[in-house]
């Protein structure tokens, strides 16, 4: 499975980015997906992520302002993002694997496939 992340950029505090990861490849609509992020210096970070089934979770710093969804037909997992901070900042990573528990969907040990990665540049 390859996995293409795009739709980062710079943007204003407050304002809004759609990020996009296209899986291509040996997919499966099985595979649970998620968001990662690691901002320079810092560890990288779970941020959000959604299974198979459809259910979501979130990180607590972008519970309510972030929003993660896929198009299984399109092999796509978006991750909406407003109400940016500049906290935010940071090089965007998606990833996708056979994950069945939602228990450890934000480790990002279990994922087997990540992708390059987009950069997110949040000013005040």
């Known amino acids: 499975v390859q996995l293409q992340a795009s739709g980062g950029g710079s943007v204003q505090a407050g304002g809004s980015l759609r990020l996009s990861c296209a899986a291509s490849g040996r997919t499966s609509s099985r595979n649970a997906m998620g968001w990662f992020r690691q901002a320079p210096g810092k560890e990288r970070e779970f941020v959000a992520a959604i299974s198979w089934s459809g259910s979501t979770y979130y990180s607590d710093s972008v519970k309510g302002r972030f929003t993660i969804s896929r198009d299984n037909a399109k092999n796509t997992v978006y991750l909406q993002m407003n109400s940016l901070k500049r906290e935010d900042t940071a090089v965007y990573y998606c990833?996708?694997?056979?994950?069945?528990?939602?228990?450890?969907?934000?480790?990002?040990?279990?994922?087997?496939?990540w992708g390059q990665g987009t950069l997110v540049t949040v000013s005040s």
């Open positions: 990833a996708a694997g056979p994950i069945s528990s939602s228990y450890v969907l934000s480790y990002a040990r279990y994922y087997a496939y």
